[in-house]
């Protein structure tokens, strides 16, 4: 984990964001603060050229149009051509009908990696257990999409990563469980946002980069660097737990700490492998 965030500070990737309209800044800012550059190129005139030229490319369900839903495809036309990576959010899959049925279509054109919340993920595989969630709140345990996340893995070849209390990485040989954060973050605007716009960056960094890491690598340093971040921010200097507003003001800078130091990674978090082969 710490020479992929190492890499991502060298190699500096452009990530393109079509995201939710509540976090552009705030997803624009997480980037800057890792050591990454954001592209907020969300028109479909502009973004299968754009995708070809960037080093990474979010696609987030959050709040689409119809232009962004066709900018959408258009930047994965584009990245496919191009062979960038690319991260699909499926934000609230399962509950509107126009979103599960675009998410559940798009990736079938192989993100290198799907990142979402347990119901989500079983909601995008198909299963009717999440029900797509309580708006963009998962009504399911992590524990509970292991399978789904096998299928989309299996599906896709790509890695699939499960946000919760204790994160789930998933691809077709190995199975990451990732404890680390803080409950703060699911109480401010963009955290989760801006955890797939920063696993895009670190899935072009590791592409670009000389240290042989794994695109499941590349995602799991993601969660890590941004759980690390919120562990960090969660209490003051004299050991007092920060509320909403300064938490993330504090996790931004966390943000940047992290990205300075990745020696501190290790101590913030802990990672359980498993291999598919037998994870049961």
Same mark, same amino acid.
């Given at each position: 984990?710490?020479?992929?965030?190492?890499?991502?500070?060298?190699?500096?990737?452009?990530?393109?964001?079509?995201?939710?309209?509540?976090?552009?800044?705030?997803?624009?800012?997480?980037?800057?603060?890792?050591?990454?550059?954001?592209?907020?190129?969300?028109?479909?005139?502009?973004?299968?050229?754009?995708?070809?030229?960037?080093?990474?490319?979010?696609?987030?369900?959050?709040?689409?149009?119809?232009?962004?839903?066709?900018?959408?495809?258009?930047?994965?036309?584009?990245?496919?051509?191009?062979?960038?990576?690319?991260?699909?959010?499926?934000?609230?899959?399962?509950?509107?009908?126009?979103?599960?049925?675009?998410?559940?279509?798009?990736?079938?054109?192989?993100?290198?990696?799907?990142?979402?919340?347990?119901?989500?993920?079983?909601?995008?595989?198909?299963?009717?257990?999440?029900?797509?969630?309580?708006? $963009?709140?998962? =009504?399911?345990?992590?524990?509970? !999409? %292991?399978? *789904? +996340?096998?299928?989309? &893995?299996? /599906? #896709?070849?790509?890695?699939?990563?499960?946000?919760?209390?204790?994160?789930?990485?998933?691809?077709?040989?190995?199975?990451?469980?990732?404890?680390?954060?803080?409950?703060?973050?699911?109480? $401010?605007?963009? =955290?989760?946002?801006?955890?797939? !716009? %920063?696993? *895009? +960056?670190?899935?072009? &960094?590791? /592409? #670009?980069?000389?240290?042989?890491?794994?695109?499941?690598?590349?995602?799991?340093?993601?969660?890590?660097?941004?759980?690390?971040?919120?562990?960090?921010?969660?209490?003051?200097?004299?050991?007092?737990?920060?509320?909403?507003?300064?938490?993330?003001?504090?996790?931004?800078?966390?943000?940047?700490?992290?990205?300075?130091?990745?020696?501190?990674?290790?101590?913030?978090?802990?990672?359980?492998?498993?291999?598919?082969?037998?994870?049961?």
């Amino acid at each position: 984990m710490v020479h992929a965030v190492h890499d991502l500070r060298q190699h500096a990737p452009l990530v393109q964001c079509i995201t939710n309209q509540v976090v552009p800044q705030i997803t624009a800012n997480a980037l800057l603060a890792a050591g990454a550059a954001p592209a907020m190129v969300d028109t479909p005139e502009e973004a299968a050229d754009f995708a070809a030229i960037a080093s990474g490319l979010l696609v987030n369900t959050g709040s689409p149009t119809a232009a962004q839903y066709s900018a959408m495809g258009e930047a994965v036309r584009g990245a496919t051509a191009a062979h960038t990576p690319w991260v699909l959010d499926p934000v609230a899959c399962g509950g509107p009908a126009a979103r599960t049925e675009f998410s559940r279509d798009i990736v079938t054109r192989h993100p290198a990696a799907v990142r979402g919340n347990a119901s989500e993920v079983i909601a995008l595989d198909g299963g009717v257990e999440g029900g797509g969630g309580r708006g $963009v709140d998962s =009504t399911d345990e992590v524990d509970t !999409a %292991l399978q *789904a +996340a096998r299928s989309l &893995a299996k /599906r #896709t070849d790509g890695v699939i990563a499960v946000s919760g209390p204790r994160d789930l990485i998933v691809s077709t040989t190995r199975a990451s469980w990732l404890t680390s954060g803080d409950p703060m973050m699911q109480r $401010v605007i963009g =955290t989760g946002c801006s955890l797939g !716009a %920063l696993t *895009a +960056a670190y899935l072009g &960094a590791a /592409r #670009t980069g000389s240290g042989g890491l794994t695109d499941h690598d590349a995602v799991l340093a993601a969660h890590a660097h941004v759980g690390a971040a919120g562990t960090l921010a969660a209490r003051d200097h004299d050991g007092h737990r920060r509320g909403p507003g300064s938490f993330a003001v504090a996790w931004l800078d966390a943000l940047d700490t992290v990205a300075e130091d990745p020696s501190v990674i290790p101590g913030l978090v802990s990672v359980e492998e498993t291999t598919e082969e037998t994870a049961g």
